[in-house]
């Protein structure tokens, strides 16, 4: 038995925290699913929180999350979220601005983020 033997590792062997889930919308933007408490009490009511980066109008999205879950929406409530100023030194730089969605399901409608499409 060798002190300093060399561990063995699989290198093909999933590493690092899993992809989140997202979904492309028609124009090309990706909208990722929100997880955090505050999300997860809105799931229980019916609501399903999404953050996308670019322009896009209520109605596409309400018509992405249609067909892509085959639910029906309510409605769909967005918050713009400026870029936030970031530093690096003397480098002075901004993040993208970004939108959070508020999607309303149907009463008895779900959607279940946890599979990939």
């Known amino acids: 038995m060798a002190l300093f033997a060399k561990k063995k590792s699989d290198r093909n062997a999933p590493v690092g ?5 997202a979904f492309k919308l028609k124009s090309g933007v990706v ?7 505050k999300a997860s009490r809105l799931q229980q009511q019916g609501q399903y929180t ?3 980066v ?3 109008s209520k109605v596409e999205i309400k018509k992405a999350v ?4 085959g639910v029906r ?3 769909v409530n967005s918050i713009g979220l400026p870029g936030k100023i970031v530093r ?3 480098q002075v730089g901004q993040r993208k601005a970004r939108r959070h969605l508020v999607v309303r399901l149907a009463r008895g409608e779900s959607i279940d983020l946890s599979k990939t499409l």
Do not use: C, H
């Open 31 to 37: 909208a990722v699913p929100v997880v955090s408490e």
């Open 88 to 90: 690096r030194g003397r």
């Open 54 to 56: 670019g322009n896009i």
């Open 66 to 69: 249609e067909s892509a879950w």
């Open 17 to 21: 925290k899993p992809k989140a889930i």
């Open 73 to 75: 929406v309510l409605g």
């Open 50 to 52: 999404f953050n996308i």
